[in-house]
């Protein structure tokens, strides 16, 4: 029966960005509808971050049982059930899926409609027999893998980021199309569960991130038995199921190699189709829906935020995206998301974080920018645990300002928030260094790097004038 609603905010996904928005508004009393035409909890929880981040932990387990000689512990190869280690894949998402769930939104008083949302006009969408006609519309629809246009590809059976999880067993040889985060990550952790691994990028490996830091990720990734294939472009695909040939060319060289599996691992898509952008008056290209720096659309009662909106693809970016929003909603809060330094990590091992800009970025807006390194091979709680490699760079400007923070290395993940934080601050390299941290810690790595700041300023010719002149005085 047709119905029509009239609620203070229409959430469209039900990704981090959009349970954000829904819950912050419904806790604070205001009306809503959140829509969802597939799961609740979007990519990250049933695709992505969770999933992923489960198998590289059971992947990281077998690593260490390899490795556990180097401690005195003789543990020889480990046995791996494959079907298990997906099992604890799916046991993570189903652990999580209650705080994203139907029931927990609908206890907070949002009304959830399953279905696929399509703008009637600029302030209204019908989702099946229902008509939504609310204050504010937030977009967070999130993206989809993108799947290049490779003859031979769509007839043959091919994995996604969306797909590889449903693998009932490892895959003989594992062949990774694109060597940025999700294909490297993926590329280490069936490597280390028993998969013989090759990856195949056009350009290099993680063209957006530090070459210096990437060099470290690149040399354990081969250390490992990683066939690492730069420079090359895949131009078909042939063979058959469990038997596939990806026809590959690297300058004027065409050759072949055998891969039992495909994993597309390309880039991402904006999920801008099928949702009536032109009848709400919202401008929008292949690349996502066009914002302005408070996450507003062409139409001002819409907003876009997360994968959509075109920015980083980065599930906390979304639910940063999301709290701004909803707090301007209810508050009209200013949202600006110009100059906030967003950290990303890319989850292999050793881990690469980075925040801020990067040493080549400083470099451009200031030539006077430079950089200051730390080894994690000089740390002794990196020296206790056998996990040396790496190091932190820390870009400042020539008066010691943090510009940003590189870290390849272990944990970096929990380090880096430490340089998002001095960066929201203007921190400079001389508080870094004047901080106290617990001993024996990673941590402290940082610090290190951030005193060859100092240490450099010693060298100063004024410094000794100035204490020679004090020891004057007693």
């Not at 954000?20 to 992505?48: H, I, Q, S, W, Y």
Request: with cysteine.
């Amino acid at each position: 029966m047709p119905e029509t609603l009239s609620p203070d905010v229409c959430v469209i996904g039900a990704g981090s960005g959009g349970l954000t928005v829904a819950a912050f508004c419904a806790m604070l009393g205001a009306p809503v509808v959140l829509v969802e035409k597939d799961r609740m909890g979007g990519d990250c929880l049933n695709a992505g971050c969770v999933p992923s981040k489960a198998l590289i932990a059971a992947a990281r387990r077998a690593h260490d049982i390899r490795q556990a000689s180097g401690f005195g512990i003789r543990a020889g190869e480990p046995a791996i059930d494959f079907a298990q280690v997906m099992r604890h894949v799916r046991d993570a998402i189903a652990t999580i899926a209650p705080n994203d769930s139907v029931a927990r939104f609908s206890a907070l008083g949002v009304k959830v409609i399953k279905g696929e949302a399509r703008f009637l006009g600029p302030g209204a969408v019908t989702v099946g027999d229902t008509t939504i006609a609310a204050r504010r519309f937030v977009i967070a629809t999130g993206s989809r893998p993108l799947l290049p246009d490779i003859p031979g590809l769509d007839a043959l059976p091919f994995l996604t980021s969306e797909t590889i999880f449903d693998l009932a067993a490892c895959p003989g040889h594992l062949g990774v199309l694109g060597g940025g985060p999700v294909g490297l990550e993926m590329a280490q952790a069936f490597r280390r569960l028993g998969a013989e691994v090759t990856v195949l990028e056009r350009d290099r490996l993680l063209p957006g991130e530090d070459p210096e830091m990437v060099d470290v990720v690149r040399r354990q990734l081969q250390d490992e038995g990683i066939a690492l294939l730069e420079g090359v472009e895949l131009t078909r695909v042939e063979g058959e199921p469990g038997a596939l040939r990806l026809i590959a060319r690297r300058g004027d060289d065409d050759g072949a190699i055998g891969v039992s599996h495909l994993l597309v691992a390309t880039g991402r898509r904006a999920n801008v189709e099928n949702l009536g952008l032109e009848a709400a008056g919202v401008a929008f290209t292949s690349a996502g829906i066009t914002v302005d720096k408070t996450l507003r659309t062409s139409n001002p009662r819409i907003h876009a935020i997360g994968d959509v909106g075109g920015g980083p693809q980065l599930t906390h970016v979304a639910g940063w995206h999301g709290q701004m929003v909803a707090q301007n909603i209810l508050f009209r809060r200013p949202v600006d998301t110009g100059g906030t330094a967003v950290p990303r990590v890319i989850y292999t091992d050793p881990e690469l974080a980075q925040v801020g800009l990067t040493e080549a970025e400083a470099r451009k807006l200031d030539p006077k920018a430079r950089s200051l390194r730390w080894p994690f091979a000089e740390n002794d709680r990196a020296v206790t645990a056998r996990r040396r490699q790496g190091h932190i760079k820390l870009v400042i400007s020539a008066k010691g300002r943090l510009l940003g923070a590189s870290i390849v290395g272990a944990e970096a993940t929990e380090l880096i928030g430490l340089y998002a934080l001095a960066l929201a601050k203007g921190g400079t390299a001389a508080e870094l260094a004047a901080i106290v941290l617990p001993y024996p810690g990673l941590s402290e790595v940082g610090k290190r790097a951030a005193s060859t700041y100092l240490q450099a300023r010693l060298g100063n010719p004024w410094i000794g004038r100035i204490m020679r002149l004090l020891r004057r005085f007693g």
